[in-house]
């Protein structure tokens, strides 16, 4: 069974997580090349628009891993 102040640093940690990722959702938007960036998929038709944004998606998949690798080294 954990104790209490194992369970507060936990909830500290999820709410800090959640915080940081609702600020990068805010600033996202503000990002000009973000999600336009060449490899990306735009399906435009009558009635239908699809975008999928795979070479943003890999580029911070890398981005994180890198900076995640750096910051959670022991």
Do not use: E, Q, Y
Request: charged share 10%; aromatic share 10%.
């Amino acid at each position: 069974m954990m104790d209490i102040s194992g369970f507060g640093k936990i909830i500290l940690f999820a709410g800090l997580l959640l915080t940081l990722l609702g600020a990068a959702l805010l600033l996202a938007g503000k990002v000009p090349f973000l999600g336009r960036l060449p490899g990306d998929i735009h399906i435009h038709k009558p009635g239908f628009s699809f975008h999928f944004p795979i070479m943003t998606c890999l580029i911070l998949s890398v981005l994180l891993t890198v900076l995640l690798n750096i910051f959670l080294r022991r």
